[in-house]
T-cell receptor, first 113, second 110 residues
């Protein structure tokens, strides 16, 4: 039973490009969460999604960031026109919504040059 | 506004010693308090968790102590080992949304 799969593990983008981060939840999990972690800092909530719905996006920057979790396929976190300040590790977690256990992926480390 | 405050930021413990990490929260609606362990380059992994209806939970060398009236909880690592060297995050949750502490970097010296 594979855990949460995130890809790519490392992503380098030039300023102004788009970054697309993918997350495949644990099989059977329909709840997905994205967190951002800056170096030497904790995890900051970004968005909570269920299949085809955004439940809570209170942690998402108002511009350039979007997330989706389609009926089929992985959840996508999309960052348009990246800037240096977007450089961070982005973690996805999933749960079945029935109990409180989160399973985290290994993260995507985004570097903006 | 930081929902969960964690201390210390870093901790050095000798092998065999006890590591203690503390967290405090504000929102009394939180009903689940997990601790996560993160190694460099990896995602956080659930270590142990507690609900507010109990004051202590122990799993092997790891114990959570929970003080509901003080809105505080702590992680105790007994007989700390070099392999425990990692960053530890406390968290608090309600309605499937987690708030994380800022993390404690633990270094267990051999």
């Amino acid at each position: 039973n594979a855990g949460v799969m995130q890809n790519p593990r490392h992503l380098v983008r030039r300023r102004g490009q788009e970054a697309r981060l993918r997350c495949s939840p644990v099989k059977g999990h329909s709840h997905v969460y994205w967190y951002r972690q800056l170096p030497e800092e904790g995890l900051k909530f970004m968005v909570y999604l269920q299949k085809e719905n955004i439940i809570d996006e209170s942690g998402m920057p108002k511009e350039r960031f979007s997330a989706e979790f389609p009926k089929e396929g992985p959840s996508i976190l999309r960052i348009q026109q990246v800037v240096r300040g977007d450089s961070a590790a982005y973690f996805c977690a999933s749960s079945d919504g029935a109990n409180y256990g989160y399973t985290f992926g290994s993260g995507t480390r985004l570097t903006v040059v | 506004q930081q929902q969960v405050k964690q201390s210390p930021q870093s901790l050095i413990v000798q092998k065999g010693g006890i590591s203690i990490i503390n967290c405090a929260y504000e929102n009394t609606a939180f009903d689940y308090f997990p601790w996560y362990q993160q190694f460099p380059g990896k995602g956080p992994a659930l270590l142990i968790a507690i609900r507010p209806d109990v004051s202590e939970k122990k799993e092997g060398r790891f114990t959570i102590s929970f003080n509901k009236s003080a809105k505080q909880f702590s992680l105790h690592i007994m007989d700390s080992q070099p392999g425990d060297s990692a960053t530890y995050f406390c968290a608090a949750s309600n309605f499937n949304k987690f708030y994380f502490g800022s993390g404690t970097k633990l270094n267990v010296k051999p």
